[in-house]
């Protein structure tokens, strides 16, 4: 290995490079240095940074953090922006508070934007029992399809939301209430079972038997709520038996546990926690996903 007679430094003679004088097991650094204009890029990146650091919010401290000399604020400008858009929607809200829910469905204009606030106002407020979807569970209905409890029209589904169904505070509340045929003893164990299996037998379920004597149970018992043939009367909330369609599980187990002791959900009544505005988009957000009458 040579010496560069200059620097007086070892020369690696394959290279020609000089080496730094490092060496670890045999093998030796050689002292390449980084091209300049990546070094004045990187140092031109250190002034970038100080600087920024010094105009714009950066440090932290035990409470909050450096403001910066330009005191700018990304809360802020998102809270200007969003006046400026309220500003800019207030004059729709307002028409939209004004139109009763079916002149809104009516408008194309109104209709769009009541049905996207009505979007994100059903994934604060509804998703938690429909899910994201809409598609409902078991004890909780699916919005999507063409089954509705109490009516799917634009202003029957304003009404359940305004003010829920079996909701304790509102005195306008959608309610009904079925019978405890089992547990009240309004009905023996051996008519439960006719009148499952007929109901079951309805909508075609396994182990449903048409029968005379289950005819008239239903028609004694359940056609007042359910209509004849159990086609649903939405007037007092009385569901469809007919379609394959069950809050509940669909099975004759269950058919005859809703007979025998029936559950009862309750959705709350909204207008004691939405305005009308909001009630309003939010019906015709449901109303379009698909099932609306």
Not at 85 to 95: H, T
Request: proline letters at 5%.
């Amino acid at each position: 290995m040579s010496t560069n007679k200059n620097t007086g430094k070892p020369v690696d003679d394959l290279s020609g490079v000089e080496t730094t004088g490092h060496e670890w097991d045999g093998i030796k650094e050689l002292n390449n240095p980084l091209p300049r204009w990546w070094l004045w890029t990187f140092y031109g990146c250190i002034v970038w940074a100080l600087v920024y650091t010094i105009f714009f919010p950066a440090w932290p401290m035990l409470s909050s953090a450096t403001t910066g000399v330009l005191g700018y604020s990304s809360r802020a400008d998102l809270t200007k922006t969003m006046s400026e858009v309220q500003v800019g929607n207030q004059a729709v809200v307002s028409k939209i508070a004004e139109l009763p829910v079916a002149d809104i469905l009516a408008d194309p204009e109104l209709n769009r934007f009541a049905s996207a606030a009505g979007e994100s106002a059903f994934k604060v407020n509804c998703t938690q029992c429909h899910g994201t979807g809409a598609a409902g569970g078991p004890g909780y209905p699916n919005l999507n399809d063409d089954s509705w409890i109490w009516g799917g029209t634009i202003d029957a589904i304003y009404t359940t939301i305004a003010h829920g169904v079996r909701s304790p505070t509102d005195p306008d509340t959608r309610y009904n209430i079925m019978p405890n045929f089992g547990a009240d003893e309004l009905l023996d164990a051996a008519s439960i079972n006719t009148l499952a299996e007929y109901v079951a037998s309805l909508s075609g379920l396994e182990g449903g038997v048409n029968t005379p004597e289950g005819a008239q149970l239903f028609s004694d018992n359940c056609a007042a709520c359910h209509g004849e043939g159990g086609i649903g009367v939405t007037d007092v909330g009385g569901p469809n038996l007919t379609d394959a369609l069950w809050l509940y599980e669909g099975s004759l187990a269950s058919i005859k546990s809703q007979i025998e002791k029936p559950r009862h959900g309750v959705m709350q009544a909204w207008s004691e926690k939405l305005d009308d505005s909001t009630i309003k988009e939010l019906a015709v957000y449901v109303h379009g996903l698909g099932g609306g009458e």
